[in-house]
């Protein structure tokens, strides 16, 4: 199986930062592309940014310009840079791994993170 654990969340005031990281393991032959999420009580679940093995990535139109996503391959580690973080991206953040567990399988599969809580006081 593979497990996702994260980490960086908190409470922080408007204007301030934070750095999420999320880690896979397990049994992984190429993790494809990770990325993060958020998600509010009773709303879709939302793209924030996504970053592909080689280093493509996409943003939501909402972080443009703020958040920054990174990734350590040799690690299967993401990172996110939230930097001028606004009231309104107080949500739950997930990580998504889609990872390809065999190099015998060209198959992914996408695995979540237990979800780490930002929150920005105005």
């Known amino acids: 199986q593979v497990q996702l654990v994260e980490s960086g969340g908190g409470l922080v005031q408007a204007g301030g930062s934070l750095r999420l990281s999320c880690v896979a393991s397990?049994?992984?032959?190429?993790?494809?592309?990770m990325g993060w999420y958020r998600q509010a009580p009773g709303k879709q679940r939302e793209l924030v940014a996504i970053?592909?093995?080689?280093?493509?990535?996409n943003y939501a139109d909402f972080v443009k310009g703020r958040f920054t996503i990174s990734r350590d391959n040799a690690k299967n580690t993401v990172l996110l840079q939230m930097n001028g973080l606004k009231p309104e991206d107080t949500d739950v953040y997930y990580c998504?791994?889609?990872?390809?567990?065999?190099?015998?399988?060209?198959?992914?599969?996408?695995?979540w993170g237990q979800g780490t809580q930002v929150t920005v006081s105005s």
């Open positions: 970053i592909t093995n080689g280093g493509s990535t």
């Open positions: 397990g049994s992984i032959f190429r993790v494809e592309s």
């Open positions: 998504n791994a889609r990872v390809r567990r065999f190099y015998s399988s060209t198959s992914t599969n996408d695995y």
